[in-house]
T-cell receptor, first 112, second 115 residues
Framework: IAGITQAPTSQILAAGRRMTLRCTQD?????MYWYRQDLGLGLRLIHYSNTAGTTGKGEVPDGYSVSRANTDDFPLTLASAVPSQTSVYFCASSGTAETEAFFGQGTRLTVV | GENVEQHPSTLSVQEGDSAVIKCTYS??????FPWYKQELGKRPQLIIDIRSNVGEKKDQRIAVTLNKTAKHFSLHITETQPEDSAVYFC??????????????FGKGTKLSVIP
């Protein structure tokens, strides 16, 4: 692994199903983020984590949960998917408060 | 929390002309302001950033200016080329307690450079 990796790259999911989007980084970054990207709305922060063991809510946290058991992994879970969660999801990480955030390749999720 | 406003939402320029994108932010504690470029179907990638102790930064054809008093910052692209066509996002990161690592983005500007 080099950088930050998301899985899966795309998924079609039935409404009401549970889904976990995976995110792994090997840069030993403290901070990690989950964003959703919808046309015309930019990148909206769902949840973030300043360091392993801590998480916080972003702008649009409802319907999503995260965990940060270790430095490398930051999974995002949709407990019961709804069509409005159809979006492209990006995971990102950064080292400190004033350094670049690196993005994963994105996960395109369609809830039907 | 932080709120970042970005204008314009779309921008068309002739090749060789300059392009300017402007952003404002609300949290006076924010001290890091990156700009990202996103090409169609790809992930956002950093093109330039500026920290609060600097008023201007330049990297070849790209420059960013920051006015902390007015809480706004701008991206300037000179001598635009067709490959500059993309969506550009500004962002602000705070340094205030529990929200210190929140990175908030503007809604993006779709830049089209017309050959």
């Amino acid at each position: 692994i080099a950088g930050i990796t998301q899985a899966p790259t795309s998924q079609i999911l039935a409404a009401g199903r549970r889904m976990t989007l995976r995110c792994t980084q090997d840069m030993r970054h403290n901070a990690m983020y989950w964003y959703r990207q919808d046309l015309g709305l930019g990148l909206r922060l769902i949840h973030y984590s300043n360091t392993a063991g801590t998480t916080g809510k972003g702008e649009v946290p409802d319907g999503y949960s995260v965990s940060r058991a270790n430095t490398d992994d930051f999974p995002l879970t949709l407990a019961s998917a709804v069509p409005s969660q159809t979006s492209v999801y990006f995971c990102a990480s950064s080292g400190t408060a004033e350094t670049e955030a690196f993005f994963g390749q994105g996960t395109r999720l369609t809830v039907v | 929390g932080e709120n970042v406003e970005q204008h314009p939402s779309t921008l068309s320029v002739q090749e060789g002309d300059s392009a300017v994108i402007k952003c404002t932010y609300s949290d006076s504690a924010s001290n890091y302001f990156p700009w990202y470029k996103q090409e169609l179907g790809k992930r956002p990638q950093l093109i330039i950033d500026i920290r609060s102790n600097v008023g201007e930064k330049k990297d070849q054809r790209i420059a960013v200016t920051l006015n902390k008093t007015a809480k706004h910052f701008s991206l300037h692209i000179t001598e635009t080329q067709p490959e500059d066509s993309a969506v550009y996002f500004c962002a602000a990161k705070g340094n205030s307690g529990a929200g210190s690592y929140q990175l908030t983005f503007g809604k993006g500007t779709k830049l089209s450079v017309i050959p």
